[in-house]
């Protein structure tokens, strides 16, 4: 049991979020699922910035962690969840993008209507209700929020992205954080043009 290709794969996009500056070298984690069930999960207490592939952890399809030398991130849990919750997602990635974690903080809720591109690759950005990190309720709050929702906002926490691959969900965290920072520069300018709802409904037939 190795999966180098696989857990070299979830390493390389959690540097990835690090260089882009949507996380810290402490916070966030990737993880993949691959199609027999095993699922590939970066490790706790590691330098994210420079990550490689034997500190990604491996849970077998029972959740069964292979990899008993690494301890596994405090939301495990919460990845796991997603994947029972959605047959169709492969990939998990959750970060603390500045943007996205200040709207986490307001009553605030950030919108995807704003251009065609983020209301295609976001869809409806969601709102998850606050549950105290690493708990059991934070990982079923997350996966019953996120069985109708490829991206959502962690109340007082950060974001979290899904995807069928880690590129999808990885390129979801950016235009999420992107949209962010343009709705939150709306504000500051007290002027915001958002797509009405028949162009919104044509958008989303495209999917």
């Given at each position: 049991?190795?999966?180098?290709?696989?857990?070299?794969?979830?390493?390389?996009?959690?540097?990835?979020?690090?260089?882009?500056?949507?996380?810290?070298?402490?916070?966030?984690?990737?993880?993949?699922?691959?199609?027999?069930?095993?699922?590939?999960?970066?490790?706790?207490?590691?330098?994210?910035?420079?990550?490689?592939?034997?500190?990604?952890?491996?849970?077998?399809?029972?959740?069964?962690?292979?990899?008993?030398?690494?301890?596994?991130?405090?939301?495990?849990?919460?990845?796991?969840?997603?994947?029972k919750?959605?047959?169709?997602?492969f990939?998990?990635?959750?970060?603390?993008?500045?943007?996205?974690?200040?709207?986490?903080?307001?009553?605030?809720?950030?919108?995807?209507?704003?251009?065609?591109?983020?209301?295609?690759?976001?869809?409806?950005?969601?709102?998850?209700?606050?549950?105290?990190?690493?708990?059991?309720?934070?990982?079923?709050?997350?996966?019953?929020?996120?069985?109708?929702?490829?991206a959502?906002?962690?109340?007082?926490?950060?974001?979290?992205c899904?995807?069928k691959?880690?590129?999808?969900?990885?390129?979801?965290?950016?235009?999420?954080?992107?949209?962010?920072?343009?709705?939150?520069?709306?504000?500051?300018?007290?002027?915001?043009?958002?797509?009405?709802?028949?162009?919104?409904?044509?958008?989303?037939?495209?999917?």
């Amino acid at each position: 049991m190795i999966y180098k290709e696989e857990r070299k794969a979830v390493a390389r996009t959690m540097r990835r979020l690090y260089n882009q500056k949507l996380t810290t070298s402490s916070g966030g984690n990737v993880s993949m699922r691959n199609a027999d069930g095993f699922v590939f999960i970066t490790a706790s207490q590691t330098d994210k910035s420079c990550i490689r592939w034997k500190e990604i952890i491996v849970f077998d399809a029972n959740g069964k962690n292979l990899t008993p030398n690494l301890k596994p991130s405090m939301e495990s849990e919460m990845h796991l969840e997603i994947y029972k919750a959605r047959n169709d997602v492969f990939a998990v990635v959750h970060s603390h993008p500045v943007y996205a974690s200040t709207f986490a903080v307001t009553d605030i809720k950030p919108e995807s209507s704003l251009t065609g591109e983020a209301r295609y690759v976001l869809g409806e950005i969601e709102l998850i209700g606050y549950e105290l990190m690493g708990t059991k309720d934070l990982a079923e709050t997350c996966a019953k929020t996120l069985q109708n929702s490829d991206a959502a906002i962690m109340k007082n926490h950060g974001a979290i992205c899904v995807g069928k691959s880690l590129f999808e969900a990885y390129d979801r965290m950016e235009v999420l954080e992107f949209t962010c920072n343009v709705y939150f520069n709306t504000l500051l300018l007290k002027n915001c043009n958002k797509l009405d709802k028949e162009m919104l409904q044509k958008i989303d037939k495209m999917k």
